[in-house]
């Protein structure tokens, strides 16, 4: 299996995982086959988009190769029929997402660096390949990006990022290291939902003598 | 008159009424002369920015021909001086919307096909330009996106751009095959709506005791 | 100092008072670290993301350039660390939000006339790249866009914008005449905002019996 297939392999996993995602997310806002099919697309290739508007691939893979957008859409229509086998939606949601967090932040940093994207940048582009359809995803069905909630999200696709960057610079972008780089991605985000873990919050409180919310 | 210009003045046509249906909810939602000639100008321009981006037309006809500007900015401001005599402005809005959302389907699919986008990805592209203008509009007003609502909207332009890109297969791009192309999509949006036709909805529902809608 | 190193200054100190506006409101809302230089990051960068895809310099010198992001960062994890000096958290950021407006609004305009782009299509650009991060810190904080609000702001880029491509055309694009125009965007921001200058409302009101808003 060439690099080339086993990205496109890799990639096309993603498409499923986050479409699976943000599918199970409409399904739970009850919306209808094509608001599902409609958030899946946009959960599972948002990000590449975005990707590959900012490396200057012309058109983006999700217009040109006609398997992504096939894998968004029969993806989310099993979840559309499936779903009642899915006891908890939203811890379904949340594994789904890790997974495609871990696998679009990995194949979206070796796109930016086959793109000549400086490393700060393919460890940005690589970040925002990750969160581009999830952010998509929450904004649609009107929940709280998963981005700005209190577990570590971001945080941990750019950890996996860098270490992709890190891993380019020592020429070791072999399938097992990038498994690895991936696995580490997913591990932290589920370690992180599972403790709670979070980054530090604002120690200064405005003053808020009724119990209300300061006003912004 | 060339094909070129008869895109440039469908173009120009569907501008006008995704500006109005824009400005029209702007004027419903109260904003100022500057709110809602912006909330026009997105409702008009952003379907086509997002599909020159993808198709790497740089920059943009809305930046490149200042005419796409013009035609948005007056025709909002032309709403908002009139628009006593909208009796019903959602109906209005919703009108302009299916007009402009079959001339922005026939025409970016039309320029997705000559920047030798493939068949599917070039149904996507005119289905994106189609309801981008609007998901625009529903995201800056507040509204949930009518592309997510009940009655079908975006698979009306999805079967509008599958007729365009059958037609060009069968080298069938004259003025009357598209007009009837994009007549499709005006009244499959319009019978849609008045008869409330809408995808199938989940099966599944969650258990709700107390009526409650589910916790996501 | 050349031109170039000249606009490369003003953009960072844009990109650190957008980032301190978009970190201020994160802090206001409660978000952790993370979440506040996420928010920091998209108002410093949003905009000029957006203009550089638009006038298709890939990858965008956010994601080219280390020292923008690098800026973003530092310039949010500051405000994280010291918001307890700012007393009254909403008025910095409009302060910071109408100095960044300036400075994007008047590097944006020239980098768009550098690209090529016509007059009124720069004009659009620059205004664009001004608003865009503003845009994208109200989307995330779940406030109204400051664009859609009473107060002129848009306006003001446009304006700026405009001056711009006036002064492009006479040929006089030194630090001077640039600096003017950048004073002329902040200062008509403040004074709209202490002066709550705004555009006209619409004259129409829906009848309203019982005092409620007009379904929309």
């Given at each position: 299996m060439t690099t080339s297939t086993a990205l496109l392999l890799a990639d096309l996993v993603g498409v499923a995982v986050f479409a699976a995602s943000g599918a199970s997310a409409a399904v739970a806002k009850r919306l209808d086959l094509f608001g599902v099919v409609f958030v899946g697309f946009v959960a599972a290739l948002g990000g590449g988009i975005v990707r590959d508007l900012v490396v200057d691939q012309a058109p983006p893979l999700a217009f040109a190769d006609w398997r992504y957008a096939a894998t968004a859409v029969v993806a989310s229509a099993v979840v559309f029929r499936l779903?009642?086998?899915?006891?908890?939606l939203r811890t379904t949601v949340l594994v789904l997402d890790a997974a495609g967090l871990a696998l679009f932040t990995v194949t979206g940093t070796l796109r930016a660096l086959d793109a000549q994207v400086p490393p700060v940048g393919a460890c940005l582009v690589g970040m925002l390949t990750g969160i581009g359809g999830g952010l998509g995803r929450d904004l649609l069905t009107g929940e709280i990006p998963v981005v700005l909630r209190r577990e570590i999200y971001a945080v941990a696709a750019l950890i996996g990022a860098a270490t992709v960057v890190a891993l380019d610079g020592l020429d070791r972008t072999g399938p097992v290291p990038l498994t690895v780089a991936a696995a580490l991605v997913f591990g932290l985000r589920l370690v992180a939902l599972r403790r709670h873990w979070s980054a530090p919050l604002p120690t200064f409180r405005p003053p808020r003598p009724n119990g209300h919310p300061p006003p912004s």
């Open positions: 779903h009642p086998q899915f006891a908890r």
